[in-house]
């Protein structure tokens, strides 16, 4: 069973210079703040490209993800990662970065994200686990891209 979990996050910015803006440095301030990972590979956010995460602690782990589509049309723009590799016990992973224009200088982030574990169980378990990680992004993304729109 696939669970989906989307969280929207309204930002300063006209939408096309934020969705250029996710790049390694914005992924780096997206790190969660318990525990400890780096950054392997990052290429970009563009299709064909790669993401490649090792997480030390609290639990090695390896996490890669394949950008496998991207866009820009006239209010909106994404790309979508999905997991290759995955740490145990996730089975699958897609993700979709969304940025939708609000106005001449705000957009919306919107991560849009379905994942599965290794059986329903686990799948249930990874709900809360995932939405707690990705919860305190709305925050980063709000001050990240407050700055990257005053300068």
Known sequence: ?????????????????????FDRSLFEALKPPIGK??????????KGDKVHIQFISPVRATWISDIIEDQITDDEAWFVDVGST??????????????QKSGEQASIIID???????????????????????????????????????I
């Open 1 to 21: 069973m696939t669970f989906c979990i989307e969280l929207k996050t309204k930002v300063k910015g006209h939408y096309i210079k934020n969705i250029e803006a």
């Open 37 to 46: 990972m780096e950054i392997v590979q990052f290429t970009g956010s563009k």
């Open 86 to 99: 995955l740490p145990w016990p996730l089975k699958s992973w897609r993700h979709k970065h969304l940025v």
């Open 112 to 150: 849009q994200m379905s994942f599965s574990g290794k059986n329903l169980f686990w799948s249930i378990l990874l709900y809360p686990a995932i939405f707690l990680g990705f919860y305190p992004r709305k925050r980063i993304y709000r001050r990240y891209f407050n700055e990257l729109n005053t």
